[in-house]
């Protein structure tokens, strides 16, 4: 009753006052107004269909900063006699402590921000409803509320009272608030940070200032341009099917900290409340007694300072503000010693190999399978296959890759084995040995969770390896100047977002070639410390039997896919260490003979529009290649690229590849599906015909990522694709110039400009200089040969060069490792007549840029046409002439667009030099 009483008068209080009404109207009106206006109106010309969690999103990024400042408009109050007579009158007769009157208002306060802060988020799902939005999950408007919104609010309305408590001024409130984050990461720094061993951050980045700065740049971005692109990808969040326990992990460790801190500043404030419990006996003064004034006034300050009269439960609010504040930095000081831990382990286990050889090359299995249950909660596998030894000599020990936080049992036939692990790396001792020829079944149990470890590590760059980042770390003497672990978060394999399981997260896998790291960076940007790929990848028949939960989706590589009853069953001859599977908690959006598709729960007609476009361009891939194999069946799953999937806003993610690609298994970026116009379907099949070619032969590992880019994007060009210009002219803006220059084999990620458009220009040239049959035949005679030893991109331009006649080293040294790229003109075109009554047209190809490049030139006249090859080096010029019988009329540059060069977009392709009849 008395807490219903401190609410009512609370609202009464604040609704009083401008400030909070501005403020409420400020939390409202700016998520709910200016995100739906925009969108709705500008919706005919967003080239994406937005989903529930994109709104959703909005309403988080752009409601946390007016939470904050409508927390300090709420709080702002003194909470004293003068502040509130009306309540001083109630809660006094109540006899309630100054800890219980100080502690009910805030409760007060806190119903009140709830109450305000709720309504966004029940607007939003009205205006989902009205515009026919089905929201199928109702937990990710609330957890994002309860775990986003209200940590904000809450957390500031008692540390903001507390100060203006303490103070007496809101002026003296905001410097503290301006300089006690400052004064409190000293603290921990000084205190803590040393007691502790680690860091401890006091995190209030999430508190959305930048939220709100972006959010209202990306509106006046889309009132400005609404015809471009870029600004509607930034809005789109993931719609995978939500997890609270994932998104408590992820933002769990910043808030806890931010609301012990709160509660334990907050536990002080009733000290300093200028009111007491009326509970003290008067002093009775007689009116004869000399100092009956001076006791008195006395009593007077006694009246009004003297402590509660009685313990009660409220009396400990202080010492459990202070104990929340510890149990928060115990919970992150766990999640940082779990995270340090791991971390360590993989560390020793990449830097110590000598331990650990790899298995030798002569022993493989010739067939496997695979059988057991998926679930959200662990696998339980069993694998069982027949292991064949082909070498020379006993071998004692089997080396395998093993997802690290997996539990595993091995049973080998006729053999003791003993196991031993570090991280992902498992090593088989045998007793008695392998004998040369000898064949035998191993059986492996599995069970757990597979899932890995994102280490919150910072190094030179983003790419910069995890022993380089980790080793970086621990080199620093100040735990202030680490990472704070306690930020790392773990990834499970299977969850309510998806399933992602690689061969290793569900069986051991015999590793070939060493796990020996590559030398220690010497220069900024060099990633060291790497652990290299495996050397061998052999093909086995493998068999898989494998069950998921009841209404979850998985596919595999070989194209196969669960049925109704999730259940798993696949018969294909693969690399088990490139063995993958996908899914989730999806829906089936077309099953038949050519394109299973499994998208998010209201994403399916979203995907049909895509599954059409693929299944065009599978009938038409049979002339991409003479000989090629058919493509029998892809299995298409929708996933989340985001770098964060549990955090409702997509920033970042969405600039990911559109598609990813493991064998006959495509996994669509969320985000593509999304867009109203179909993707590049002759891109996927060519990538899904290149990766099928390369199966023929073993690559090197090293070079197999160049192989498979080069291959896809020779496939795409040759399947024509829209996206993929056929000819070999590129053409960019200023900006992506930079790009162009890119070299296609030392690149240390994808760049979607090199391999979508660089690399087709290129095969186009290469095609021009040694003829269409020639390349052809090329390709095959490298395809062709025995994968002992693995083909490496040396050996496929030796090939080419040896059926086109023609040295091909500039052209590696310059456009495939280099950065060359030339920009080519016409100089000094004229035509004069000869005293024979010919005409003889000169001129000069110049290359402005860099490389060597051929180009040819055509010159007209009537009824003739002259074709010259003309090469130019880097930065230099080369003279043509031609002899014709009549006055020739036109030069063109390249008509063919079979010359590799750049031209800045808006020019014309073929340049054109027109002449003058008797000049």
Known sequence: MLLLRAIRFEALLQFRSLRFRFGALLCLALPILTPYGVLFLLQPHVPHTFGPSSYITIVVDSLRFPTFILALVIAGNRTDIAGGREMWSVLSSAGISNTGYFLRRCLAQIVLLTCLTAIPFISVMGVLAAAGIRLDDPWRPLASWLLLILPVGCGFILLWSALVQITGTE????MILAFGRGAATYFLEKVVQPLLGSKIVLHLEWLGFQNLQYFLVRMINLIRWPEDRFFYGDYLATDVPFSVAQLARLVLPSVAVFMGFSLAVASFAPFFLRRTRRDLRPLVVSENHPLRNMIRYVHQLRQRYSPDGALSWER??????ITCFAAAIGYVEHKRVEAA?????RYHAEMQTEDFPPTPSTTR???WRVEGDLAPSGIRITSTGLLKHDGDEALDFLAFSLNPFVRVSVQIEGRRTEVERRWDRMRVSLDPALEPGEELTAVFEVSGLPGQMEFDLHGWRVNDSFATRYEAMIEKAYPSARNDLSQSQWEPAISRSGIDLDSMDLTPVLRYGTWQLSPKPVYQGDPGYEVPEPSAFPLLDLSVDLRAPDGWFIGDICGNAADRNGRLIANCRSSLSRYRIRGGLHRIAQADDQ????????????????????QSAIELSGEAWPGAPAIERLVVVESSLSDNPWFPT?????RASQFQIDGRLIAFNESAVSLDRPMQSEQIVGAVMARELLRRRDLEPSESWAFRNLFSALMSRRMGSSQVRNGATLTGNPNEEGQARYPVLNLE???PF???QKVPALWTYLESLVGADNLYAGVEDFLSRPSDPPGTLAELFNDIERRGGLSLQIFEDSYLRGHALPKLRLEDVQSRSQPNGRWRLTGKLRNTATGEVTCPVVAKAEGQVIREVVTVTTESATEFAFDFNFPPHTVQLDPEDTCFRWVTRGRMRVERVSLLAGR
């Open 171 to 174: 002026l003296g409130s905001l």
């Open 749 to 751: 990620h994808y760049v």
């Open 595 to 614: 394109v299973v598709a499994a998208a998010f729960p209201g994403h399916e007609p979203l995907m049909l529009r895509h599954v059409e476009s693929l």
């Open 316 to 321: 400990f609010v202080g010492l459990a503000g």
């Open 365 to 367: 299995f010739v067939d």
């Open 650 to 654: 997509g920033r970042g993610g969405w």
């Open 341 to 345: 831990g791991y971390a360590e382990q």
């Open 754 to 756: 090199v391999f979508e």
